[in-house]
């Protein structure tokens, strides 16, 4: 039942009442443009130019308008709603209530209007708004909002109840007389609006049967309700800051049958209080009752519920609710919940479990719960004094909802396996002193048992700072020994009372071992240098308001091995751990920073600044747009200093420093300058450019200083075309027209210096911690080298980064390398596009994609070692569907045993399926390799997915290594097992694992890219 109410605000003048608008007319809406934005759960709009709203007999004008959809929910069986506020020559007309076709229409005027509708359909308009956040902040916005407020505040809400006979008809229950069956008409159409109201309607689409009595001693009205009913508490919410809509709080008790407690129907209509919070609202209810708040379901037989105050008690209580850091729903079966009041719940005789099953796998089962939402004052973690606002000086609080359950078990199978007499926890971290267990088995670490704990319960913090995590880490290792650690991890705002986001981390770790480093190959038994080891790595970066940035880092190790052994990743993947601080500052296409670095590891290359100023600035038009200036200007002290020697004689052997590794302590001031000429010529943009570098060493690596003057002027070119064919259709490979897009590219550059590249020393390096130690091995192993030596300058990876044209760049990585070279870099860069998806969603898509390039070096015996060709690469994508694709790469220089390689692979994947890659690659020049690489996972069955991988080098090495494993999908947790074997180590492993699928962080279902559902959200499995 809906209607459309009008009036203006609440201090302007007396409602106007309109007739009903029934919900099966549907609401258009017409406009010249429009502005979309989200707020809470509605979709909101600012409309302007000519705006016309229409629903059945009503039709209402204006210049602008502010409008919030609420799409409907079918399974709640709830209409779309829709507020209204025009403004600005508002004209409304409607007919009157219980008026003829023939009867004019009643018209309506005012500066502004504010009203509601109700539609079973979708919500018609005519524009398509464009998304702009910044709408909601408007002037006409605001009024918008204000106008919702005074209607919520002063407007007369009567609730939707059954119409009653006349007072004398009304039997008196002491008299045992029958009630009468009474009907439920249209509710006022005075003032119905969104505010808070009470509503009933039947269950199902049925009708009620509704019977009332009244007890004049008790001031109360007494119904007694049958055949199914369906009752809606609405009440709006604003946002405390902005005063935004933030959405509608909404509870919904469905039930068989009921009783409802009330203040008398005179009461109702004779007073201006027909909101939850001017009258009394107690219900009883029985017979599969449905209470949905939100998305919180619960199940129950019976219940009591205070809907003013937000209590009651249900018996044989089933819920099933969604949870902050878990994926699905969680089931709560308690024989009595009872909600005390709007913070505090107990729960007796709960269990809880993620499982849909009638009788699950497993569950925690309290004989107690009591759960407390709390406002806590915060306290400043660096002061230990109450934390306040920076901006409004007022005193700040955190809400936290704390749990306690006494008699805890965890029932598995129907059995008893664990036992613990109380736990208190808060919701947002609802894990137990333990967060992570894992268990496995290696020949190289024996069996480990790997634990993190939570050190905030296990110190008893309760108040602990927001945004932050700090866990004990614990681990066992029968090979190995025991290791100790912790990891504390922030993201918060305003350190210290300076404002800005700041985030960071303090990794630690250490352990006593007792073993040998097995690291590969030649390196399985590696003897230790020290017994002791750890790694203590800190970061941090502050973004200050005022457009700063500060970035520290602190990286401290024990020895040269540590991390290769137990962080693997972390040695191959991520950045070198350095020490350092950093402060910066981006304004639109200018940078300024200064570094300051030290070296806490003396067997690692690497550079100390004390310190470093950089300015840079990049895209700089010069003249108007004629010439375009990119710059950077650098100054520092800075001290190269080389990794000391290794003491264990397994990595001494294979020990020799790379060619440019020298201690070096020297200033370094420099300038780098470029300018350039873009002349478009017709489709081709050209491109005139002239660098210049001046950089001062105070030493260099033969221990004189040096003033380094470098050129460089080029010219750029790239030419575009295409072409476009619609004819071209084919359902095999999904096809659906052809657009060829071809760009030519070109870069001829002439380059010269007064000094040559392994004059200078490499204070920026261009290689990390992990390829450096890699490198000093390679020499032994690939070229046979003897101490002192060095490789081959082809295969240096300065040489790489010259003929790259590495120098040629302002905002080059390194600002060490110069050097003459002339060189023509061509590439051609190939699309293939069609569309692809549903009629009217079709989506533009790379078909085909083929990049081809190379480099023309005219003076080859100088710059490229006798050939006049070099650096040549190509890459080739094939997407044959949005499922399957071919792939291939190839790069190759061509002088004597320059690296030549060649790879070829498909990939194919099937969502919740599985997917497949195979793919042989091949390389030639200083090392020969023919490697197959194959993975896959496949789901078998509903509850079976297998994953394996591996690689196999055709070549001198071998077996590369091999992984195979299972995982068993059942409905609360995945189980995974299975073996890995590393055949550079000699090592062999067991794989298992064990691990919770509502976890939002679950990795076992994803191995293979197979990402199952949370459990639970398509039913029961």
Known sequence: MTHAAINQRSNEGPALQLPEQAAQFPVSIESARGTAWQEGAYDAYHLSGSVVVRQGDFVGQASEAVIWIDSGDPYLQQPSRVLVYLEGNVDIRFAPAGGSDDQPRNRYRASEWFGRFNTVHSVQMSVTPTADAASGNSPVAERARAAMRARADHAVIPAQFPQLPPPSATPDPSSGGPAANLMAPAPSADDQMFEASVSFTGRNGGRPNIQAYTDPNRNEQTWLIDNGIRITLRSPSFDAASGALAGIDQVVLMADRGVAWTSTLADLVETPAGNLGGQRWEFYLEGNIVFVAGERVVYADYMYYDANFKRGTILNAEILSPVDGYDGLLRLKSDVLQQVDEQTFRAYDAAVTSSRLGYPVYWVQSGNVEIRHEQIPQIDPFTGSRAYDQQTGMPLTRHQYLTESRNNFVYVKGLPVFYWPVLSNDLADPTYYLEQVSIKNDSVFGTQILTDWNMYQLLGIRDKPEGTKWNLIFDTMTERGFGLGTLYTYERSNLFGIPGPYQGKIDAWGINDNGLDNLGQDRRAVPLEQDFRYRVLGQHRHRLDSGWQLTGEVGWISDRNFLEQYYEREWDQQKDQSTGIQLLRNNANRQFSVNVDTRLNDFFTQTEWLPRVDYSIVGQPVLGDVLVWTGR????????????????????????????????????????????????????????????????????????????????????????????????????????????????????????????????????????????????????????????????????????????????????????????????????????????????????????????????????????????????????????????????????????????????????????????????????????????????????????????????????????????????????????????????????????????????????????GVNLPPPGSRGLE
């Open 633 to 1008: 200007t650098q100054a520092g002290y800075a001290k190269l200093k080389t990794a000391d020697a290794p003491t264990n004689p397994v990595d001494l052997g294979k020990f020799d420093p790379l060619a440019w590794e020298q201690d070096v302590e020297t200033p370094r001031i420099g300038t780098r300058q470029m300018l350039e000429l873009p002349i478009p010529v017709g489709p081709l943009r050209m491109s005139l450019y002239g660098l210049g570098d001046a950089t001062y060493y105070g030493n260099d690596l033969n221990g004189n200083d040096l003033t380094r003057l470098y050129g460089q002027a080029g010219i750029r070119t790239s030419l575009p075309f295409w072409k476009v064919d619609p004819t071209v259709q084919s359902d095999l490979f999904n096809v659906n027209g052809l657009a060829h897009k071809i760009s030519f590219e070109s870069d001829f550059f002439f380059a010269e210096s007064n000094a040559n590249f392994d004059q200078m020393p490499l204070l920026d390096a261009l290689d990390d911690d992990a390829q450096e130690a890699f490198r000093r091995r390679y020499f032994f192993d690939t070229f046979a080298g003897v101490p002192g030596g060095n490789v081959p300058l082809a295969f240096d990876e300065r040489t790489y980064a010259l003929r790259s044209n590495l120098q040629g760049n302002v905002t080059s990585p390194t600002w060490d390398l110069a050097d003459d070279l002339m060189g023509l870099r061509l590439n051609i860069n190939q699309r293939w596009q069609t569309r692809r998806g549903a009629p009217g969603e079709q989506r533009v898509i790379d078909w085909i994609t083929f990049d081809v390039g190379g480099t023309y070096y005219p003076r080859a015996n100088e710059n490229n070692f006798g050939e006049n060709f070099g650096l040549f690469d190509a890459r080739f994508r094939w997407y044959v569907g949005d499922r399957f694709t071919l792939m291939s790469d190839a790069s190759a220089d061509f002088f004597g045993s320059g690296l030549r390689t060649v790879s070829l692979g498909a990939q194919m994947g099937r969502p919740e399926h599985g997917n497949l890659y195979l793919g042989f690659r091949s390389i030639e020049g200083p090392l020969s390799a023919n490697i197959l690489t194959g993975s896959f996972s496949y789901r078998m069955s509903e509850k079976w997915i297998a994953t394996a991988g591996g690689s196999v080098d055709f070549g001198p090495t071998g077996n590369i290594g091999q992984t195979l494993s299972f995982t068993r999908i059942g409905e609360s947790f995945l189980l995974r097992f299975g073996i890995r074997a590393d055949a550079s180590r000699g090592n062999v492993g067991a794989i298992f694992g064990i691990e919770p699928r509502f976890l939002s962080r679950s990795r076992l279902g994803q191995l293979g």
